[in-house]
């Protein structure tokens, strides 16, 4: 059964995700099926669902109504797209009851539509599916739920999927260094996968070589190197980063940042491996998620902005992966790599000139003792 068919057996469509980026381009894909055979410009409406507070979610839903039950000019079927809809998520517009009741308020317009008359799109990201409304639509509607998000299972999906799209191969290391070096940003996981892909000769697979030698280093910033090398323990191979990355041009400053900001999320991950809350398995970091109610909110209103001091805000499987590159440090040789690197930033300021001696007698000093 085409796409097209099966979208008028329900009166709506409903596509939503975790991710933003993933969504739109879904729904995309679905307004211009939908709209193919539609000319006139009248009966075609995208409107705005993003919504900062309970006020916008409101003036959102009057213009969706006054859409969806103005008759076409010409006659024939009316398309409308609601889409960036983000006032399903858990958030405090999303929780408010207010939102709540205006929630309500749609569905009663979505059961009310005649597919006949008005084919209507709603994308929405993030969702909070344990509500009752994005249930309803999954029994109700067309519905789809895009993957994506901090799993990385569901990054490795993305990666393959769109890979496949681009028909091309890329190999279970390539994927996984992808991700490492990436994040979880799924709009650079998808540009990057078409540079990969136009790299590669044809019938050739994307290997860990060519992710390697393409793929900036954003999830560690431009750094990543030097950090990969010092925490896993390699005094040798950390040197030649420093070296080479001196021999750039390179300041010492965004050096400790790096190594900052990895080390303070080790940190937390340490604490909770030792408490016994979570441990290194194949998926990453497993008891993150569980752990996240007791812990997040000692972030206050930042915990769920992705940020280098919270752990909460951090991929499951990267953080793993990073625990486990090397022989993780206990507790106490994390504190005491933190306090090395707030004295290397402090004897910089004193010795300009020497940033690179500075950095060489400071990794000498961590990676030379237990």
């Known amino acids: 059964m085409n796409n097209s068919a099966r979208m008028s057996d329900k009166p709506f469509t409903f596509i939503c995700g975790s991710d933003d980026f993933l969504v739109d381009r879904l729904g995309k894909e679905r307004y211009a099926a939908l709209t193919k055979d539609i000319d006139d410009e009248f009966s075609q409406e995208i409107l705005s669902g993003f919504s900062n507070n309970v006020s916008e979610v409101e003036t959102a839903i009057n213009r969706f109504r006054d859409s969806v039950q103005t008759v076409s000019m010409f006659g024939g079927r009316r398309v409308v797209w609601l889409k960036d809809v983000n006032f399903l998520a858990d958030s405090v517009t999303g929780r408010a009851d207010s939102t709540l009741k205006l929630v309500e308020d749609l569905k009663e ?15 929405a990201a993030p969702i909070d599916r344990r509500r009752a409304f994005p249930k309803w639509c999954e029994k109700t509607g067309d519905f789809t739920l895009v993957g994506g998000g901090d799993d990385g299972d569901a990054l490795a999906g993305v990666v393959i999927a769109e890979a496949r799209a681009l028909e091309v191969r890329i190999t279970a290391d390539a994927t996984r260094l992808l991700l490492a070096k990436i994040g979880s940003n799924t709009r650079l996981i998808v540009e990057e996968l078409r540079k990969l892909a136009n790299y590669v000769d044809d019938g050739e697979s994307i290997e860990d070589k060519h992710v390697a030698e393409l793929t900036p280093n954003v999830a560690e910033g431009d750094f990543f190197e030097s950090a990969e090398a010092f925490f896993s323990g390699d ?136």
């Open 235 to 370: 005094l040798k191979w950390t040197l030649a980063a420093l070296q080479q990355h001196f021999f750039a041009g390179g300041d010492a400053r965004p050096i400790i940042s790096a190594l900052q900001n990895r080390n303070r999320i080790l940190i937390q991950v340490r604490a909770l491996l030792d408490s016994g809350e979570a441990r290194i398995g194949s998926r990453g970091l497993d008891g993150l998620k569980q752990a996240a109610p007791t812990y997040a909110k000692k972030f206050g209103e930042a915990v769920d902005q992705k940020s280098a001091y919270n752990l909460f805000s951090q991929n499951a499987w990267y953080v793993g992966k990073l625990a486990s590159s090397g022989q993780l440090p206990n507790l106490r040789r994390l504190i005491d790599n933190q306090q090395e690197f707030v004295a290397a930033f402090e004897e910089i300021i004193q010795r300009p000139r020497e940033q690179e001696e500075v950095l060489r007698e400071m990794v000498i000093r961590c990676l030379s003792t237990g």
């Open 109 to 123: 317009l979505l059961g009310a539509i005649n597919p006949a008359d008005t084919a209507v799109l709603i994308t």
